[in-house]
């Protein structure tokens, strides 16, 4: 079985690698192809995952190449695993600053960042949706690239169910909670809704009991894991549910906003710096055996504990306690869906999704945030109890922005732009629209037509 990982110098590539490494069962992915537009990153991930397979000692490891050329990495891939990132780390630092200093949140898929990244992304994700339909029309496109669900959305506008979207927060949050509770995480049956970076936990159900309600009336189990400390105890109990990560923005945006603006540097430019100096390591000539995989796990550490470290600042919560610097396991979801696709191994996993009839506020096409049966016929949303009015509100007021951004992306118009922009509940302005549009258009070239 063969495998194209888009966006192959990326920083996450040897998770995906390692937990295929660890597959031995039979049908197993025998080849990776890596596809990047920048040589210098294929070659440092490719020395990390040389490195990578060497410390595993399997004598099996799949073979690796990589290529700059699409249509070469997508001739013959059984599945394809996208994770691009449009204008880099520069680009999300852009983002930041821009969204900053009109006084809104600049977060990567959240907000006015989120809008922006997205208008740069879409584009370019449906013309590889429609490079894949002619050079791989077999194969199953796994997208992790954000804004995840927007992304997945554009997507199967050409690929129609053959794309499904994966996200490691609700993973993680899951993780978190059932062993909270007392349970393995593969044990526990998972109640999530929503849209990606905007969901729900509302039950977590063991042996067919609703467990949820026990941790939400101990207040110290809440606040001894990340969610519980980043939204408090008594917020959880009114919500009666615990909320994504990424919803502290929304429930906590001013404090957030605070803190961003105060911070020395933005997580994106953190970022951009952190891997600058990670791949001109790992690319360094002469570079002795495990040298480039020590660098890139020093580096992930780095990038672990300081995940989300304004929020926690906000919120108050302190450092990132051990076992919440553990991968939130996008890569395991990953090759847990590709094992049921590939061998008919019946799986329930969270994905990103189109909605059918699974939500009634939205519409069939919507790309959704839900547990799936998985199959060898591709993953199906899973009957699910509706929205609660606040929930429908936030899904329904973003999922019209990303619809915006879709018809922006598509029409080039500065009109759908704008409109994007002031939607968002988070910019709720068409002033600040209008300024934020100018300045993303300033500051990234494939906007300058929107001006």
């Not at 059932?178 to 593969?186: C, D, F, M, Y």
């Not at 939204?231 to 923005?249: D, K, M, Q, T, V």
């Not at 919507?366 to 109890?385: Q, S, T």
Request: aromatic content about 6%; glycine content about 10%; charged content about 25%.
């Amino acid at each position: 079985m063969r495998l194209t990982i888009l966006g192959g110098g990326g920083f996450r590539v040897p998770l995906v690698y390692g937990a295929l490494l660890g597959d031995h069962a039979e049908g197993r992915v025998s080849h990776v192809t890596l596809y990047d537009e920048d040589p210098a990153r294929l070659a440092a991930m490719t020395r990390v995952l040389q490195d990578l397979a060497v410390a595993a000692v399997v004598p099996d490891a799949p073979a690796v190449t990589a290529t700059r050329d699409l249509d070469e990495a997508l001739r013959g891939a059984d599945f394809v695993f996208s994770a691009i990132r449009v204008g880099g780390l520069e680009g999300r630092a852009a983002d930041e600053r821009v969204a900053l200093a009109e006084g809104v949140l600049g977060q990567e898929t959240v907000g006015a960042g989120g809008i922006a990244y997205g208008l740069r992304t879409v584009p370019v994700a449906r013309g590889i949706a429609r490079r894949i339909a002619r050079a791989a029309p077999e194969a199953w496109v796994i997208n992790f690239t954000n804004p995840a669900g927007l992304v997945t959305e554009a997507m199967a506008e050409e690929l129609g169910d053959r794309v499904i979207g994966i996200c490691d927060s609700p993973v993680g949050l899951g993780r978190r909670i059932a062993r909270l509770l007392g349970a393995r995480p593969q044990d526990a049956w998972i109640d999530y809704v929503g849209l990606n970076h905007l969901g729900w936990v509302r039950g977590l159900r063991i042996g067919g009991r609703d467990e949820l309600p026990r941790l939400l009336a101990d207040t110290e189990a809440l606040e001894s894991f990340e969610e519980g400390r980043l939204f408090g105890a008594e917020w959880l109990r009114s919500l009666g549910a615990i909320p994504n990560e990424y919803l502290h923005y929304y429930y906590f945006n001013r404090d957030t906003v605070r803190a961003y603006q105060e911070a020395g540097q933005t997580r994106g430019a953190f970022l951009r710096d952190q891997q600058r100096g990670f791949y001109a390591e790992a690319g360094r000539p002469g570079l002795p055996a495990g040298a480039a995989l020590a660098a890139w796990d020093r580096t992930r550490a780095e990038r672990e504990a300081t995940y989300m470290a304004e929020n926690r600042e906000a919120a108050g919560a302190g450092e990132r306690d051990e076992s919440d610097l553990e991968s939130g396991g996008y890569e395991k979801v990953a090759l847990a869906l590709m094992r049921a696709i590939a061998r008919d191994e019946r799986a329930t996993l969270i994905l990103n999704v189109r909605n059918g009839s699974t939500l009634s506020v939205l519409d069939a096409a919507a790309v959704i945030e839900v547990p799936c049966l998985v199959d060898a016929n591709g993953a199906h949303p899973m009957g699910v109890e509706q929205l609660p009015l606040h929930a429908v509100g936030l899904v329904t007021s973003v999922k019209a922005v990303e619809r915006e951004i879709l018809a922006a992306a598509a029409s080039g118009a500065r009109a759908d732009a704008v409109k994007a922009f002031a939607l968002h509940p988070l910019v709720d302005s068409v002033a600040v629209a209008r300024r934020l549009l100018d300045g993303y258009a300033t500051a990234h070239p494939g906007l300058a037509h929107l001006r």
